[in-house]
């Protein structure tokens, strides 16, 4: 498949994931329903293993020229949001994708269950001293999502507090854009019955067993009222600024070429340059 022909099939499955209405890049007020997306779909594949592997790893290496030359021009900032329930496949993204670029100008930050300290302070505190700064890229694995997942679906924080967040989120990520920060919001989509074999996998292989928590299967337990929570979170926050992609994730190399598509995208749309450097540079001779 084509790279044009790739690109319209990812923008026909945005409109059609669900209903045409949704799709695969939903809007703010607009009805969402992570049901309706088939987590196995293959929206970006050629139709082979191998062949989306392959482009995988092209876009990847691309991509190590293109954070250089973001980090050189030091005019934007790059923030990719990996959102996913357990085993979606996170931590294999952040390799798969984005693990040729070079540690200068890239941090990872994996985002835990709040402290006693960023407790005390607003929910977005922690989060802003994390995001990137100029010419940064920045992933973070799980974000301030948690903050409207977990507390939701135990209880915590009531339907009022809950819209007071996703208002929260919507000023604090425009304020981002409008600072030249480029948000790409990815949603890892798997299925119950994958997240099942793949926490299988991890008991069944030692040296995964470290990766596998008990508390994982009572989350799991509440599959539905997760996917209930995720859908409205989508809703409310899929703004013009920073909308989500929904990234069927049932097959891994189809998760690391989608959001290796449309990220290499996303920074092949931006006017970077190299700076000028010093004009009294040229036609010197180092002896």
Known sequence: ?????RRAALEDYRHAASGGRAGARP????????????????PCSSGSKAKDKARAEELALDLDRLQELLYADRRYKLLVVLQGIDTSGKDGTIRGVFGEMSALGVRTVGWKAPTDA?????????????VP????????????????????????????????????????????????????????HISRDEQRERLQARIDD?????????????????????????????????????????VPSNSKTHRNLMVAEITHRTLTQLPLRYPPGDPSLHGLRIE
């Open 206 to 246: 030692p040296t995964k067993r470290w990766k596998f928590e008990r508390g994982d299967l009572e989350v799991r337990r509440h599959w539905d009222e997760y996917q209930q929570a995720y859908s409205a979170a989508i809703a409310a926050t899929g703004t013009p600024w920073a909308p989500w992609h929904i």
């Open 27 to 42: 809007e703010k007020g607009k009805g969402f329903d992570l049901a309706r997306i088939d987590p196995s779909a293959k």
């Open 118 to 130: 960023e407790r005390a302070h607003d929910f977005l505190w922690r989060i802003h001293q994390a």
């Open 1 to 5: 498949m084509a790279r044009s022909q």
């Open 133 to 188: 700064g100029a010419g940064e890229i920045v992933l973070f694995n799980r974000s301030q999502y948690e903050d409207v997942l977990v507390p939701v679906v135990d209880g915590s924080i009531d339907r009022a507090e809950t819209e007071r967040r996703y208002d929260a989120i919507n000023d604090f990520e425009r304020m981002l854009v409008e600072s030249k920060t480029v948000l790409l919001k990815f949603m890892l």
